[in-house]
């Protein structure tokens, strides 16, 4: 068996590698869990339960009012008083919502908001016009990616182990096989 075979049987194959192979797989499998949680609403997905829209005027100290695409009425959608459309290029209200025009013509905004209420947070992006939203894409992060990301990473473990032991017997058994065979071919001294 070649050396590189062995010194990865070994690696593998090692209880000690496990935590490495594991923090390695969170790395990789968060962003990929993350990534299953995008919707597209060009490719006919829906938008999740937490897109957010904002509107002007806003209520009370706000600058600017939101809610979830799901919350507004039809009535609220198409109220004369409220428009989609935004006069400042991006707004916040510390620790729940900000928004950014992306683009920008005299009848159409590109809009993205961005909404977190712990533990749960969401980007959602849609054309507005002085009367309505039409929802582009959402995205939603959750405190239990992480637990998804981790059976992920487990997984990921587990198997490069396996591996590693498939390995370590198979080199085990090529050496057991040469060593038997180099016994074989050497001379035995006779007794006395």
Known sequence: M???????????????????SCTTGMFVAYPLVSKSYEYHMEKGDKPHSFFTVVWQPGAGNNPFGYSKLADLAPAEKTAPERSYLMAQPDGRIEGVVAYKVLSSTAAEQLIEVAWAKDPYSSVSRYRATRSEVTPVFSKVTAPDFMIIALLYALGFSAALFAVGRWLRRRVARAKNKSEAASDAKSPVAPSK
């Not at 070649?2 to 490495?20: C, E, K, T, Y």
């Open 2 to 20: 070649s050396r590189i075979v062995q010194v990865l049987a070994v690696i593998l194959g090692a209880a000690w590698f496990l935590p490495i």
